[in-house]
Structures are given as structure tokens and as C-alpha cells.
């Protein structure tokens, strides 16, 4: 998997945007960017993952660079309940039989 | 759709005694996955199955041995558990309408064995 750089910490005010970025420089042609979230004593929870079109769901807005190096997770309107560390990965199809590295994440507050 | 479930979500175990953790999907995913996390630690895979009738370890599997007795349902069983099993076991799944997809967690099953 390649390498991703996030910031260790973002406060956000509640109802306001919270983009999240993350940096995967050394991201190879085959690799998508994904991103989770956990929050306290929960798991692992999925929000989003792209290749290198903008994509968007229910829950984010993911924003890819034309280079693809690196990316942001939009939350629109962040809420009290969008307080979690958020992970950005970069990996490769087919990974079944490794783990998913969450590395150190962003630790998002969100404060009313 | 109820997601990923896990049952139970709490268990105090002695040491050598065996007991099995449930999890299920409803989301027709064909991928299953059994992690562990330790406190601070990112997450370790101790068995997963891509496939309906199919499983294969991942990095941590001595100590645990895994069923995938139908698509939905995925178990994994401590035969003789260990203090160092004390852990939080996460179960996931993975969609394969997109073979790139996300992977899908339960709740986790908090294990003591003292």
C-alpha cells in the first residue's frame, strides 16, 4: 500500500464543512483512495473510496486531484456525531489477505 | 438492512477455556474478514473468506479457527483461549457489486481471558 499523510488533528464548528486531506504522493496507477472513520469503542466504519474522478454518497464528498496525489474528504455539514479519527488509505484491489493499515488518522472534533 | 452483526459483545473467558464468536451479513457480500484490534494498535487479520466454502488465513490466525458456514454467516472459534487473545474482534465484509469496494465492520466482540 502506498504511503498517505494526513494531519493528526482539524477542529470543525457543527454545521459547518469539514474537508479532510490527505496526502498519497507515491500512489500507483492501480490504487483507489479510501477512507474510514472509527469512533470511540466502534468499529471501523467505511464512508468512501475513488480512483480519480470525484465521487460523492450520503455520508461524503471525496475530492481526487488530476495528478492523484493527493485528496479530500468533504463532510458538508458536520454534526456532533462526525467526531472520529479518519483514515485515509491507498491500496490495490484484491488485498484479501492483508489487513487494512489504518495508520494514525485525523483526529476530527466537532464542536457545537 | 441490519449490516454486519457480531454476537456477543462482551465475553470474560479463563484461560483454556473455548468459545465461538458469531457474525453475520445481510448485505449479500461474498468477502468475510476476522480482525483483532488491541488498544492504540491498528487492526491485525486473523482469517478471512473470499468466497462462499473458502477460507484462508491472514496474519495473526495461530489459536483461531474460522467456519464460513453459509454466504451470510462467518464464525470464528478460540479452542483453548490465552490471555493474549484479550482483544476487540472485529467482523467485516466486502461488496463485490464493485470489486474495489469498502469493507463493512460489525460492532466488535470485546474478549477478556484472564
Known amino acids: 500500500d502506498a504511503k498517505t499523510t494526513q494531519p493528526p488533528s482539524m477542529d470543525c464548528a457543527e454545521g459547518r464543512a469539514a474537508n479532510l486531506p490527505c496526502n498519497h504522493s507515491?500512489?500507483?496507477?492501480?490504487?483507489?483512495v479510501y477512507w474510514y472513520r472509527q469512533i470511540h469503542s466502534q468499529g471501523p466504519q467505511y464512508i468512501i473510496h475513488g480512483l480519480k474522478n470525484n465521487e460523492t454518497n450520503e455520508m461524503a464528498s471525496l475530492i481526487i486531484t488530476e495528478d492523484r496525489k493527493s485528496s479530500t474528504l468533504i463532510l458538508p455539514h458536520a454534526t456532533l456525531r462526525d467526531t472520529a479519527v479518519y483514515y485515509c488509505?491507498?491500496?490495490?484491489?484484491?488485498?484479501?489477505?492483508?489487513?487494512?493499515?489504518f495508520g494514525k488518522g485525523t483526529t476530527l472534533s466537532v464542536s457545537s | 438492512n441490519a449490516g454486519v452483526t457480531q454476537t456477543p459483545k462482551f465475553q470474560v473467558l479463563k484461560t483454556g477455556q473455548s468459545m465461538t464468536l458469531q457474525c453475520a451479513q445481510d448485505m449479500n457480500h461474498n468477502s468475510m474478514y476476522w480482525y483483532r484490534q488491541d488498544p492504540g494498535m491498528g487492526l491485525r487479520l486473523i482469517y478471512y473468506s473470499a468466497s462462499e466454502g473458502t477460507t484462508d488465513k491472514g496474519e495473526v490466525p495461530n489459536g483461531y479457527n474460522v467456519s464460513r458456514l453459509n454466504k451470510r454467516e462467518f464464525s470464528l472459534r478460540l479452542e483453548s483461549a490465552a490471555p493474549s487473545q484479550t482483544s476487540v474482534y472485529f467482523c467485516?465484509?466486502?461488496?463485490?457489486?464493485?470489486?474495489?469496494?469498502?469493507?463493512?465492520f460489525g460492532p466488535g466482540t470485546r474478549l477478556t481471558v484472564t
Open positions: 507515491t500512489i500507483s496507477g492501480n490504487e483507489y
Open positions: 488509505i491507498v491500496r490495490s484491489n484484491n488485498q484479501a489477505g492483508t489487513a487494512l493499515i
Open positions: 467485516a465484509s466486502r461488496g463485490d457489486r464493485s470489486a474495489y469496494g469498502g469493507q463493512y
